[in-house]
């Protein structure tokens, strides 16, 4: 039940992402010289599962003005990390901190939960799915 609800959430958390990432463009159309402050930001994933990573890259591809410019692959020991294009950021730590609350929702609809940790163990996220 906590799933659907955390589901229902994070549909809400991005229908609203994509409204303000929308006006963040129009409006900064009509400010000479402040219309954009580009950077890529590498964001190691907490998500460990396909399912994860997907959903996640599309949500962030999905909002305006940010779009996954490249994915490394995860390792057993490293997780997965995102190399991610933000347009309208003041600085790479707003950009991370927005990421990594989109992330947190997403995992909290995924799993039933958010983490608590900055990456879990893969076998970690086996042991949850594995549980009713």
């Known amino acids: 039940m906590m799933r ?11 229908g609203w992402a994509i409204v303000t990432g929308s006006l963040t463009i129009v409006t900064r159309l009509f400010r000479p010289g402040q219309y954009a402050h580009p950077m890529i930001v590498e964001v190691p994933l907490r ?8 959903l996640f890259a599309s949500s962030i591809t999905i909002t305006p003005g940010t779009l996954v410019a490249a994915i490394a692959a995860g390792t057993s020991t490293q997780p997965p990390v995102f190399f991610v294009h933000a347009l309208f950021e003041d600085s790479e730590e707003a950009a991370l ?10 995992l909290a609809m995924t ?11 893969l076998a970690e996220v086996e042991q949850e799915e594995e549980r009713p």
């Open 47 to 54: 998500c460990v599962t396909d399912l994860e990573v997907t």
């Open 111 to 121: 799993r039933g939960r958010a983490p608590s940790s900055p990456a879990a163990p």
């Open 97 to 106: 901190e927005g990421l990594y609350d989109m992330e947190s929702r997403l």
């Open 4 to 14: 659907v609800i955390h589901g229902i959430t994070y549909l809400a958390y991005i």
